[in-house]
């Protein structure tokens, strides 16, 4: 064998040893990047021991990043979960992606069944199909819930490329106290406007007519119940104001039950003209704590629609009875009694059983709502038990916490 023969089977050896090494190496890097855990690295020298390295590095900081990735994910999902809102992630086309409990419950939605379905065919109400053709998203949309008495508001919100959230938001209550502040600004403004129309009216017929003193005195007189009317329904209604928006009564403040009582049966006298046989049977022992401006005013509400719900001859008893656990104040009647099916609402503004009979007798539909919210400020309710024909029994209970002993022995 020559010496060149020799030099290249070396270098022929040497290269064979060479590749079969870096094969060798080759093949772990393969096993290894092919594990789905992640492992320390394979044992290598040289720069295979830096590839190796390098790369362990990478892999351990790319499953970092995926880690908290997926956790960022758990945290919004458990986060959107939380919120008082639905919450639904539509795609470009508005395509359902994934929803919240509350939109579920709201919208009926189901994450699994009707993803990537078109929001439309999910939520069909006709405001929302509208709302969405439009595309303006500016405001909400006022819709009714599917299936219940819920008002929900819905709006889109778009994020990202083309991304859109369908927020949704059960405003029942909300809509609730805007139907109510409608229906009573109308109500206002229609039992004003009878009595100040009549008031026009007269005073037209004075201006224009050439009336002698005593018609005038006639018409004035005529003028002077509508505007007594006007008075009375404007009083009641700062009333109502005023025990909407006052501080709490006090705890502290004793009111002497039997002078109130007392007042309160000579106003009932008063209001009844003799034309009803008027009692006041009252026990012993304690007083009540908080404002009496607001008691008196509940008290004198309900004796009042009792001689006035009451024929003559009728009669009117005044109850108070009190012990450790609680006291009441009762006014029982022998008049006109009332239907069960209107006792639920009695206590609303401006309803009255008999429309006619309420304006006839002076009433302006406020008096209970008085009674009803003068009571609750002292954490006392109204309990109503009436037969038609018959009379009524309007009872206000106090708890024991509006309650003192009695500074002197009142006798019954
Ligand atoms: P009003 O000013 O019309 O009396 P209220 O709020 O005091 O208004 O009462 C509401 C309605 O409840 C009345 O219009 C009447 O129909 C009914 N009502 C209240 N008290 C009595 C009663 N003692 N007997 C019969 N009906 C009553």
Same mark, same amino acid.
């Given at each position: ?26 093949? +772990?890097?393969?096993r290894w990047? #092919? @594990? ?5 690295p ?11 390295n390098?790369?362990?590095?990478? !892999? ?15 945290? #919004? ?17 508005? !395509? ?19 993803? +990537? @379905?078109? &929001?439309v ?28 008495? !819920?008002?929900? #508001?819905?709006? &889109?919100?778009? /994020? ?23 229906? /009573?600004?109308a ?19 004075? @201006?224009?007519?050439k ?5 005038v ?11 007594e009317?006007? +008075? ?18 006090p ?23 003799? +034309?009803?046989? &008027? #009692? ?18 509940? /008290? ?15 009669? &009117? !008893? ?23 099916d ?7 503004? /401006? ?48 708890p024991?916490?509006?309650?003192a ?8």
């Amino acid at each position: 064998m020559t010496w060149l023969e020799v030099t290249l089977a070396l270098a022929v050896t040497m290269l064979a040893v060479f590749l079969f090494r870096q094969l060798r190496e080759f093949g +772990k890097l393969k096993r290894w990047a #092919s @594990q789905s855990r992640l492992s320390d690295p394979p044992e290598a020298g040289g720069s295979w021991g830096e590839v190796f390295n390098l790369l362990h590095r990478h !892999r351990r900081a790319t499953l970092r990043r995926r880690r908290e990735l997926a956790q960022l994910m758990v945290r #919004s999902r458990r986060g959107a979960q939380a919120l008082p809102y639905g919450v639904a992630v539509l795609d470009a086309d508005y !395509r359902l992606d994934w929803c919240n409990e509350a939109a579920r419950e709201h919208l009926g939605l189901d994450p699994e069944r009707d993803r +990537k @379905q078109a &929001i439309v065919n999910v939520v069909r109400a006709p405001e929302f199909v509208e709302y969405l053709r439009a595309a303006d998203f500016s405001e909400p949309v006022r819709l009714d819930a599917p299936g219940s008495r !819920r008002t929900l #508001s819905l709006q &889109i919100v778009s /994020f990202g490329v083309e991304e859109h959230l369908l927020l949704s938001q059960d405003v029942t209550g909300a809509a609730r106290v805007e139907a109510m502040r409608r229906d /009573f600004v109308a109500n206002v403004s229609h039992e004003l406007r009878t009595p100040l129309t009549v008031l026009a009216g007269f005073l037209e017929t004075i @201006q224009d007519l050439k009336l002698d003193a005593s018609r005038v005195r006639d018409y004035v007189g005529l003028m002077a119940p509508q505007a007594e009317r006007m +008075k009375r329904l404007i009083d009641d209604l700062l009333t109502l104001s005023s025990l909407e928006h006052a501080p709490p009564p006090p705890l502290a403040e004793r009111i002497a039950l039997r002078p109130l009582l007392e007042r309160v049966r000579s106003e009932a006298a008063g209001l009844s003209g003799g +034309k009803h046989r &008027i #009692s006041l049977e009252a026990a012993a022992g304690y007083d009540l704590l908080g404002a009496e401006s607001e008691i008196a005013s509940a /008290f004198v509400n309900l004796v009042s629609n009792a001689v006035r719900y009451t024929p003559a001859g009728g009669e &009117i !008893r005044l109850l108070w009875t009190a012990a450790d656990a609680g006291a009441e104040f009762s006014v029982e009647d022998t008049g006109i009694g009332i239907d069960p099916d209107h006792l639920p609402r009695l206590t609303e503004r /401006f309803y009255r059983v008999d429309r006619g009979r309420s304006r006839e007798t002076g009433g302006t539909g406020l008096g209970l709502s008085i009674v009803k919210h003068a009571l609750a400020r002292h954490q006392a309710v109204l309990a109503i038990e009436s037969t038609p024909g018959k009379g009524s029994r309007f009872s206000a209970r106090f708890p024991a916490a509006r309650l003192a002993a009695a500074r002197q022995t009142v006798e019954g």
